[in-house]
């Protein structure tokens, strides 16, 4: 069995939360929820921006949702990139997927993106939004990441585990505007200050 009620896997889209999330409910014998697509299939929303093309949720019924949903089993698995709407109580540990920025902004080109749609999210991934945004809600003994570069999904779980069942402290967190180059932050910066809205 998981060991866990509600283990969260979040991060900055494109890193792969959906496939290492679905890959380790089914490891665990748990159940996977994508917080998105539950957000819209149960309308906890508040309504949906055209401007920004999402929908805008409603914090209180997300996170009593999420509540009842972890509460009544074990092992839910929540694969999400905003983990900070969720009941810290409820939560038992968040793990946020890293990616170097010069993987993801492949990926999300690949999907066909606008170029400001790209570059505003892998600005969040240098930015670690993502991860601070989990560690500001939950506190750092209970956050851990796991650089997913150059992993296949079956190593980021099998990483993933080890961390969550005791086999690394948290701490040590990844700094992306080490590795990346000045002259990518900039383009990045560029393409927000010129780019209209997606």
Do not use: Q
Not at 45 to 56: K, R
């Amino acid at each position: 069995m998981s060991g866990f009620k509600c283990l969260v896997v979040a991060g900055t889209p494109g890193v792969g939360k959906s496939t290492v999330s679905r890959l380790l409910a089914e490891r665990i014998g748990g159940t996977y929820v994508d917080l998105s697509e539950l957000v819209v299939r149960e309308g906890l929303y508040d309504y949906y921006d055209p401007e920004t093309n999402s929908y805008v949720i409603n914090e209180e019924r997300v996170s009593a949702r999420v509540r009842e949903l972890c509460e009544s089993g074990r092992g839910v698995v929540i694969s999400t990139h905003y983990p900070e709407v969720l009941d810290s109580e409820v939560v038992d540990v968040v793990v946020v997927l890293r990616l170097d920025p010069r993987e993801l902004i492949a990926r999300l080109r690949s999907r066909g993106w606008s170029v400001k749609k790209v570059a505003e999210n892998v600005m969040a991934e240098v930015l670690s939004v993502v991860l601070s945004n989990a560690v500001a809600r939950f506190g750092t003994g209970k956050v851990v990441e796991v650089d997913v570069t150059g992993k296949t999904p079956e190593e980021v779980v099998d990483e993933l585990l080890h961390k969550v069942r005791g086999g690394t402290t948290p701490g040590g967190y990844i700094d992306w505007l080490g590795v990346v180059e000045p002259g990518f932050i900039e383009e990045l910066e560029r393409v927000l200050e010129r780019e209209p809205e997606a």
